[in-house]
């Protein structure tokens, strides 16, 4: 039985590719005037604009410290609790699973003003540690989600026979458990960027306008740049995950038993 | 023996020690929402119910976040169940997803990119001869119905919803499908006994997910967002920041209310669910 | 290395799971344990390989207390029933890994151990490309591989196919002889049980009903369990039992019991014909070799009585050791 791929393509090429060759080709042409008859003008100004900037520069850079930061928390808080709650039944399992994951429906507008005062009083408001603390809320449930279910996959018996073979703790944890969650720490990687990456409020509020990450300039941007540098700024949004992503693939590498081609899928 | 069983509780240990955060925030957001200058009051709620500003708020956040999460979830359903066999393919699967890799403020700046009244459907419409100038384009962005910050959202929730479904779907045996038509059944009778049963829960729980998320998130309002009505997150971000102190107890009672809103929904899916398994187990025995 | 268990005990919420089991086994002796599913056979490997902590009891390996010990630091080794290979290691690196935990050299010994189990063409391959049976082989070599001074099976076989299963037990078997090595196997097939054992633990109720070689279990079953369990005996009540090949379908000289009994089918069976009876006296349908001519659907079993055997103690396998 032969298949007409057409309309998946037509429909995914239309809602998720289009949108994104949209921002690529607009932020390397004029801003469109299709209406005065005029085409496509390429140009590379928008980038060098963009670039020039220096408030650009020292956004990233804190966008990425605040991002990996956020990402190791998650990876550190994800992978204790996932491997607890797959692994290991005990009393108030359901209770504690829900209790993490309830976070993700609490307004994090709400958490970030009820913690404002708090982090005012420890010295954390106005700092890039308190922005990292607040970006955990939206992030740590998805992260916990993720590494239980991935644990619940990897099964309690191939860890008891990594036990029974006699390795510790930590080989175990390196040879067996990280090398199989491999799939789970890239997903957790481009979700709790791109969470962090989206948070304008939380992190005015908590870096109390110290703090600047990409968010806290796009709106200043949107008043000033013209559409091709806003779409070149757009695409920069997106090519942080992708740099992270090749930072944690290069890390995974490291791993033992990971250097062998991936023949079969699991 | 005890070191066996307490090895769990060491594991959750630092999970625990987050919930600290989002549970101290919240506990505080509700105290502030009801402090008084001498114990506690609930002027502050009475204030905001009273005003026109906040109710007109409210309603407009709610009718937004729920038309944009039942229709990012239909049409997600749909996409999903229709395509579940591209989706086991890598390159179809990350296409689907690659909206994800972009944050929402960034999604609602394509949206104005399309849909402004100089946008590129405009300019198109425009250029083709179907309206006379772009000043005869519906207003679409920062309108006070916010269909602009509706599109975003479905627009962007969509991948959420597929990501979401699709292990569910995955994991549905075909001789499901065979069986119900063996026995006579139509192609809606296959999603209503087959499906619907298994995706309900994960249906739930996304819509509860994204409703939560679209009737309380600041950016995207804020960009394709009008001033009257405004969604409860700006206006409570704005009562935050007004400078007055008397208004931010108003952002916390806002908050507060929107959060509770919210939890009554969770519970009542949970009871919704619960009550259903009980059923399914009663029928078993 | 022998392996002495006393007494021991472990209870889930309110279900005994052992029961002051106690055994010992010999360097080098093949013991199996077999009994119904479901009766705590392999909460008993999972203790003795220290996955679990028993309530109570010792387990001493070569006079050595290692009840406490984790099984990180046993040397015992498990096959469990699934094959359990690390799907992101090669076969080879699958073997080698326990040595490797240990900071032992591996290649000879891996070297050794791909071709004890043929799988030396196989070795850069990773799991998912092997088949059941060769899976299940390059577990039993990683088993080995930290040389292990007891070795603990969990019912490996029963996830092949039956044929592969057999040539699986002998070729097992023979391994296990040629390295010496003591071990435990655990099944619910009773031929198996006697194939891998020289010795049957058999287990129910959290301890062993009777304890002792296959053909001892035959000659003298210890109690109405061991006689139900296995279908060497008929058991007549309590207290009394008869071996099968004392069933006689026609009346005997001396004195004897009669029997009335339903013929159900006939069927083959080492190419001898058995009958499928019911026996309304036990309301118990039994299996017996029969003549090889026919059989009326109604007939009578004869029981010379003094084939009639007792069951000897009060029923309880607590000697022994």
């Known amino acids: 039985m032969k298949r007409n791929h057409l309309p998946f393509y037509f429909i995914a090429g239309l809602l998720f590719i289009a949108p994104t060759l949209l921002l690529l080709v607009q932020s390397f042409t004029a801003p469109w005037r299709f209406q005065r008859g005029e085409g496509l003008q390429f140009q590379?100004?928008?980038?060098?604009?963009?670039?020039?900037?220096?408030?650009?520069?020292?956004?990233?850079?804190?966008?990425?410290?605040?991002?990996?930061?956020?990402?190791?928390?998650?990876?550190?808080?994800?992978?204790?609790?996932?491997?607890?709650?797959?692994?290991?039944?005990?009393?108030?399992?359901?209770?504690?699973?829900?209790?993490?994951?309830?976070?993700?429906?609490?307004?994090?507008?709400?958490?970030?003003?009820?913690?404002?005062?708090?982090?005012?009083r420890v010295g954390l408001a106005d700092t890039w540690v308190g922005v990292v603390l607040i970006h955990l809320v939206p992030t740590v449930p998805y992260s916990i989600k993720i590494f239980h279910h991935a644990y619940s996959e990897v099964g309690r018996p191939l860890m008891e026979q990594s036990q029974m073979l006699g390795a510790s703790v930590i080989?175990?944890?390196?040879?067996?458990?990280?090398?199989?969650?491999?799939?789970?720490?890239?997903?957790?990687?481009?979700?709790?960027?791109?969470?962090?990456?989206?948070?304008?409020?939380?992190?005015?509020?908590?870096?109390?306008?110290?703090?600047?990450?990409?968010?806290?300039?796009?709106?200043?941007?949107?008043?000033?740049?013209?559409?091709?540098?806003?779409?070149?700024?757009?695409?920069?949004?997106?090519?942080?995950?992708?740099?992270?992503?090749?930072?944690?693939?290069?890390?995974?590498?490291?791993?033992?038993?990971?250097?062998?081609?991936?023949?079969?899928?699991? | 023996m005890r070191l066996f069983r307490n090895k769990p509780w060491f594991l959750l240990l630092p999970a625990l020690l987050f919930l600290i955060l989002p549970s101290y925030g919240l506990a505080t957001a509700i105290l502030e929402s009801i402090r008084g200058t001498d114990g506690f009051t609930g002027e502050h709620y009475e204030t905001l119910f009273a005003s026109d500003r906040f109710t007109a708020s409210f309603l407009f956040s709610v009718r937004t976040a729920l038309i944009a999460s039942v229709l990012s979830l239909a049409a997600g359903v749909l996409l999903t169940r229709t395509f579940s066999g591209y989706l086991e393919k890598n390159i179809p699967r990350l296409s689907v997803w690659l909206p994800m890799v972009f944050p929402h403020l960034v999604w609602g700046y394509?949206?104005?990119?399309?849909?402004?009244?100089?946008?590129?459907?405009?300019?198109?419409?425009?250029?083709?001869?179907?309206?006379?100038?772009?000043?005869?384009?519906?207003?679409?962005?920062?309108?006070?119905?916010?269909?602009?910050?509706?599109?975003?959202?479905?627009?962007?929730?969509?991948?959420?919803?597929?990501?979401?479904?699709?292990?569910?779907?995955?994991?549905?045996?075909?001789?499901?499908?065979?069986?119900?038509e063996?026995?006579?059944?139509?192609?809606?009778?296959?999603?209503?006994?087959?499906?619907?049963?298994?995706?309900?829960?994960?249906?739930?729980?996304?819509?509860?997910?994204?409703?939560?998320?679209?009737?309380?998130?600041?950016?995207?309002?804020?960009?394709?967002?009008?001033?009257?009505?405004?969604?409860?997150s700006v206006l409570s971000y704005q009562w935050f920041y007004s400078g007055s102190f008397e208004d931010r107890p108003l952002a916390f009672a806002a908050m507060t209310g929107t959060s509770f809103l919210i939890m009554l929904g969770a519970l009542a899916a949970y009871l919704y669910l619960n009550r259903k398994r009980m059923r399914a187990m009663r029928g078993r025995l | 290395m022998t392996i002495q268990v006393e007494r021991l005990s472990k209870k889930f919420r309110i279900d005994q799971v052992l029961n002051s089991l106690s055994f010992k086994l010999e360097a080098g002796e093949k013991m199996s344990i077999v009994g119904p599913s479901g009766s705590g056979k392999t909460t008993l490997l999972r203790i003795l390989a220290g996955l679990e902590i028993p309530d109570q009891g010792t387990i001493l390996l070569e006079e050595k207390d290692v009840t406490r010990l984790s099984a990180r630091k046993r040397n015992i080794g498990l096959v469990f029933q699934q094959p359990l290979l690390f799907p992101h290691m090669t076969v080879a690196e699958?073997?080698?890994?326990?040595?490797?935990?240990?900071?032992?050299?591996?290649?000879?010994?891996?070297?050794?151990?791909?071709?004890?189990?043929?799988?030396?063409?196989?070795?850069?391959?990773?799991?998912?490309?092997?088949?059941?049976?060769?899976?299940?082989?390059?577990?039993?070599?990683?088993?080995?591989?930290?040389?292990?001074?007891?070795?603990?099976?969990?019912?490996?076989?029963?996830?092949?196919?039956?044929?592969?299963?057999?040539?699986?037990?002998?070729?097992?078997?023979?391994?296990?002889?040629?390295?010496?090595?003591?071990?435990?196997?655990?099944?619910?097939?009773?031929?198996?049980?006697?194939?891998?054992?020289?010795?049957?633990?058999?287990?129910?109720?959290?301890?062993?009903?009777?304890?002792?070689?296959?053909?001892?279990?035959k000659r003298n079953p210890r109690n109405p369990f061991i006689v139900e369990f296995f279908d060497h005996h008929l058991l007549l009540n309590d207290q009394q039992y008869v071996h099968i090949q004392d069933i006689q379908f026609s009346e005997p000289s001396g004195p004897c019991i009669t029997y009335e009994a339903e013929l159900l089918q006939t069927t083959f069976r080492f190419s001898e014909k058995v009958a499928h009876l019911y026996v309304k006296e036990f309301d118990e349908k039994i299996t017996l070799p029969t003549p090889d001519d026919d059989l009326s659907k109604h007939i009578e079993l004869y029981i010379p009585k003094d084939a009639v055997q007792h069951f000897q103690s009060d029923g309880k396998c607590n000697d022994e050791q």
Do not use: C
Request: aromatic share 12%; no cysteine.
């Open chain 1, 44 to 120: 590379l100004n928008s980038w060098s604009l963009l670039f020039s900037d220096p408030n650009l520069w020292s956004a990233t850079l804190w966008s990425l410290v605040i991002g990996a930061m956020v990402l190791l928390m998650n990876v550190f808080i994800g992978l204790t609790s996932g491997k607890a709650l797959a692994l290991y039944s005990f009393q108030g399992r359901t209770i504690v699973e829900s209790l993490l994951l309830a976070p993700i429906l609490i307004p994090v507008l709400a958490v970030a003003m009820g913690l404002h005062l708090f982090m005012i």
């Open chain 1, 171 to 266: 080989k175990q944890f390196l040879t067996i458990e990280l090398p199989l969650l491999r799939t789970s720490i890239r997903s957790v990687t481009f979700l709790t960027i791109v969470i962090s990456l989206s948070q304008y409020a939380i992190t005015a509020i908590i870096g109390g306008g110290q703090v600047i990450t990409l968010p806290m300039i796009f709106f200043p941007f949107l008043d000033t740049a013209n559409a091709s540098v806003m779409a070149a700024f757009s695409v920069w949004f997106a090519i942080l995950p992708l740099v992270m992503y090749i930072v944690v693939e290069g890390l995974l590498q490291l791993l033992p038993y990971s250097r062998k081609p991936w023949r079969i899928q699991t």
């Open chain 2, 110 to 180: 394509i949206m104005i990119l399309l849909f402004a009244e100089t946008g590129l459907f405009s300019q198109l419409l425009v250029s083709l001869g179907w309206i006379e100038s772009s000043n005869e384009f519906p207003i679409w962005t920062r309108d006070s119905n916010g269909i602009g910050i509706i599109l975003t959202y479905i627009w962007k929730e969509i991948p959420f919803v597929i990501l979401m479904l699709f292990p569910v779907y995955s994991a549905i045996p075909r001789s499901y499908y065979d069986l119900v």
């Open chain 2, 182 to 232: 063996t026995l006579g059944g139509s192609r809606w009778d296959q999603f209503k006994t087959v499906e619907w049963p298994r995706i309900l829960p994960v249906l739930l729980e996304v819509f509860l997910i994204i409703f939560a998320f679209t009737l309380t998130a600041y950016e995207v309002p804020a960009l394709l967002g009008t001033t009257f009505p405004e969604m409860v």
């Open chain 3, 94 to 217: 699958n073997i080698a890994y326990g040595a490797h935990m240990n900071g032992k050299k591996t290649e000879s010994t891996v070297k050794d151990l791909l071709a004890a189990v043929n799988l030396t063409e196989a070795s850069a391959q990773f799991p998912a490309e092997l088949s059941g049976g060769q899976q299940q082989r390059a577990a039993l070599a990683r088993a080995l591989a930290n040389e292990p001074e007891i070795l603990l099976l969990d019912e490996p076989f029963s996830s092949l196919d039956p044929n592969l299963r057999q040539d699986m037990r002998y070729w097992v078997r023979d391994l296990l002889d040629k390295r010496g090595i003591t071990s435990i196997f655990v099944t619910h097939d009773r031929e198996e049980a006697m194939l891998m054992g020289d010795k049957i633990g058999v287990f129910h109720e959290g301890t062993f009903q009777q304890f002792a070689t296959a053909e001892e279990i």
